[in-house]
């Protein structure tokens, strides 16, 4: 059973008020990704009061930490062990916390090579919105019975509970890395991409970045063991012409991407969205009408941003584009003069390929919260 906490226990108070008030509460953390989703004007609930490495077995590739608790703490820590969180979750900001992570649940350039958060997500901590401290899954892969219902909890953006602590998978920092660089059209990036996904290359990151035209730059950055490196670097450099970028400079390029500080991400127009596009591997380059020059896709394509206008008939023709290719589209960020009220997300509703799990979502937030206390619509 676990021990009484005073940061808990105010937590729970707070979650009861609201519960009995028939008010809702919105959990932050950091407030890096507070733009991210549908925007509410609900009372916060702040996780900064809890906060901490509870435990960190580097030997066992673990570490279990308070929701609270700064990410760049969380990665210091595994530096130092050298080791990381290879999923390499964006920051997008100094005050990004462990728990705004997991809620958000989006991942970095490395999701394509070794999965998605909630992948490595092993146990959780929550108060569900009845106040009940519960816990599931625990420090190990195979330790489920049941529901996984921890990894439920990465990208439900705090409107199922509130996530106390957490135990995630870490994994040693590769021995070696190196990034090729070449021009290329994007048809053909997108092919070489994925010819190259099936063959046993150390291929850790994929970035395009070129305009509407097709013409541009592809990235790919090896990491593994140093003779696979060596081994990989020039049979790749010859398929495409490709020269290899330096060391500091491929740290940089990676890390703008990961955080968003790339122009195309940063030069948003006040009635620009920038859209992001999940799509299978296979679709081939897109043409949206009224997008802007600037295209970037990651993870071998499966994952594209676009910059186009931002009122809803562009989003609908988007939404449409991504669904007839087996993928949907996001509202990511908006300009400043683009409505905060229009929905953000593509709802399951109007996807044929998840409309089954509209109902599963609905039975889960009734289980978790029947009285609506984290029912802010920040994820639809």
Not at 74 to 98: D, R, S, V, W, Y
Not at 154 to 182: D, F, Q
Not at 220 to 226: F, H, P, Q, T, Y
Not at 264 to 278: I, K, S
Request: glycine fraction near 10%; include cysteine; aromatic fraction near 8%.
């Amino acid at each position: 059973m676990n021990a009484a906490n005073p940061i808990i226990e105010a937590f729970r108070e707070q979650i009861l008020s609201a519960a009995k008030n028939k008010t809702k509460l919105s959990i932050e953390g950091g407030g890096t990704k507070s733009w991210y989703g549908n925007p509410n004007a609900h009372p916060k609930l702040d996780t900064r009061t809890y906060s901490g490495i509870l435990e960190y077995q580097p030997e066992e590739l673990v570490i279990t930490a308070c929701a609270g608790t700064p990410l760049k703490v969380i990665e210091a820590a595994l530096k130092e062990k050298n080791q990381m969180l290879a999923f390499e979750p964006p920051h997008f900001g100094e005050h990004a916390t462990f728990g705004g992570a997991i809620a958000t649940g989006l991942a970095g350039p490395g999701r394509i090579s070794v999965g998605n958060f909630r992948d490595f997500v092993l146990g959780t901590r929550i108060l569900d919105g009845k106040g009940q401290d519960l816990s599931f899954g625990g420090q190990v892969m195979k330790n489920v019975a049941g529901y996984d219902v921890s990894r439920l909890l990465p990208g439900s953006m705090g409107t199922l509970s509130l996530l106390l602590e957490a135990s995630v998978k870490v994994l040693p920092r590769p021995a070696a890395t190196a990034t090729l660089r070449c021009q290329i059209s994007q048809e053909k990036a997108l092919r070489v991409l994925n010819e190259w996904a099936g063959r046993p290359l150390p291929i850790s990151a994929s970035c395009w970045i070129g305009d509407s035209n097709g013409e541009g730059q592809l990235s790919i950055r090896l990491a593994g063991a140093v003779a696979a490196i060596k081994a990989a670097t020039p049979l790749m450099n010859s398929l495409v012409n490709a020269s290899e970028v330096d060391p500091q400079s491929a740290e940089t390029f990676w890390n703008d991407l990961r955080e968003h500080k790339l122009s195309l991400f940063e030069n948003l127009g006040a009635d620009q969205t920038l859209y992001r596009l999940a799509l299978p591997a296979a679709c081939g380059p897109l043409s949206i009408p009224g997008s802007a020059n600037d295209i970037i896709f990651e993870w071998h394509g499966q994952q594209r941003w676009i910059k186009a206008p931002g009122d809803d008939a562009t989003f609908n023709l988007i939404k449409q584009l991504a669904s007839s290719h087996g993928g949907h589209a996001t509202r990511f960020k908006q300009g400043a003069n683009v409505n905060p009220a229009f929905q953000r997300f593509t709802l399951l509703s109007e996807q044929t390929h998840s409309q089954a799990l509209e109902l599963v979502q609905e039975r889960l937030r009734s289980a978790f919260d029947p009285t609506g206390v984290f029912s802010t619509n920040r994820l639809p």
